[in-house]
């Protein structure tokens, strides 16, 4: 489906607000969707428990990928005016089958990476109220943070951007502390660059976590997401995107570096085996002072909570766009009318978070090993996966229209990050056990979830093509400028 083939918008169709976003708005959903602290203090010491001390370098080769990615991306920006992010560049450069394959992919993983992120919040805060004598259920906190992400989302991405903007500071802002004060004493043994060693780097271990690695930049796909709703796209979102993934790669890797520092390279490891989830935030009790490992704590949970605030936005514009599409009921597509936030969709993902929360919940099912790990794990699996496919999409696309403008290096770009992230699924799949900590009978099914779903999608596809051949006609989104 060509660009000058995609179908007129409806009349009376909803629309997102445009000109709400400028820059800075949309990078600090993207960073916030990434959920700095959260990377840092929660899933850091795993990776460095696994990979070693070279730990720190899957962020940085993990950003390098997707700057790379983002180039062969963000081409297509010009030239594809349909929202709906990943999805609509599939469905353009490898038809409506595809596309809608590619959009349940991208339904699921999102759903899946938001919903397994409040067992990490209602452990956390367990675990902080827990240590002023306070017992509450980790359901409990966790429901709290599923409604207190809807009203903010419902207030309109305006609020939204705003309160990412402030927990984004404040977290980014104590572990920048951290750090300084690491390299200022100069650590425990000195500072050393052992992170840097090729003997450390190439080992069985830091293959194990290169998943880790990318799963720290899950979200950046957002960009797209907030097309209509940027302040002039053509220029915003490829800038909104360069920043995102640079800023994430060099301060990951630093912050987790220091944090190597802190402890010292001879102890970090077996110190990450001892208090896998308190190793950072004890350092920087040791290094900042008791208020410092509080703080920490504090953060952690508004951490999680922009994390979850900025993946509801982008669940939401998904599940508008393909609402407004057709493929999902048109109910889903309804926008408040003072704010003009996607409440039909904002609301359809809050009733399925409380649903999936109060099944792990109702079965005493541990949040943290089993909520976050084996929610979590397939939504990484499968946004790289829709990663893949968009490099594809990118090849086919300009091949078939060489009269494009387009710079040189963008299809090579494409085969490279392609290759890469298929390599990455591949190591994902072989140690995915490292990540859910699960057997092999529950490892296989959520492996399965990825292809399934997109099987699901292509299917549904060609009976659409028959029997609802107008739905058929809307997959892939509508012309921006079909509306404007």
Known sequence: MTTTEQPTAQVGAPHLRRNALGTGGIVFMVISAAAPLTIVAGVAPLAILIG???????????????????????????????????????????GRTVGLGASFVALVSYNALQIGLYGMMGAAGHDLLASFGIDVPWWVIAAIGIAGVFVVAWRGIDVGAKVLGVLLVAETLILV?????????????????????????????????????FAAFMGFESTALYREEARTPERTIPRATYIAVVFMALFYGFIVWTVIIGVGETNVVAAAAEDTAGLVFATAGGYLGGWAELVMYLLILTSVYASQLAFHNAINRYTFSLARDG????????????????????????????????????????????????????GVLGIIA??????????????????????????????????????????????????????????????ALTPVTFLVGVVLARVWRRTRPDVYARIGGQREDAHA
């Open 52 to 94: 070693g001390v070279s730990a720190p370098l899957v962020y940085t080769f993990a950003g390098i990928v997707l700057a790379v990615f983002a180039v062969a991306f963000m081409a297509m920006t010009k030239y594809v005016k349909a929202l709906g992010g990943f999805y609509t560049y599939i469905t353009e450069a490898l």
């Open 386 to 447: 829709l990663q893949v496919l968009t490099c594809i999409a990118v090849v086919v696309f300009f091949v078939r229209r060489p009269e494009l403008a387009r710079r040189w290096y963008v299809v090579p770009a494409a085969v490279v990050a392609g290759l890469a992230m298929a390599a990455i699924i591949v190591l994902l799949c072989l140690t995915f056990d490292l990540l859910t900590a699960a057997g092999p009978v529950v490892n296989a099914l959520l492996i």
């Open 327 to 378: 493929v999902l009921p048109a109910r889903l597509a309804a926008l408040d009318p003072k704010t003009a936030a996607p409440v039909g969709a904002g609301l359809a993902q809050t009733i399925l978070a409380v649903v999936v929360v109060g099944v792990f919940a109702v079965f005493g099912l541990d949040p943290y090993l089993q909520l976050l790990l084996w929610v979590n794990s397939p």
């Open 177 to 213: 502390l951290l750090a300084g004060a690491v390299l200022v004493t100069g650590g425990a043994e000195g500072i050393t660059f052992g992170t840097f060693d090729p003997a450390n780097i190439f080992t069985p271990g830091m293959f194990a976590v290169l998943g880790m690695g």
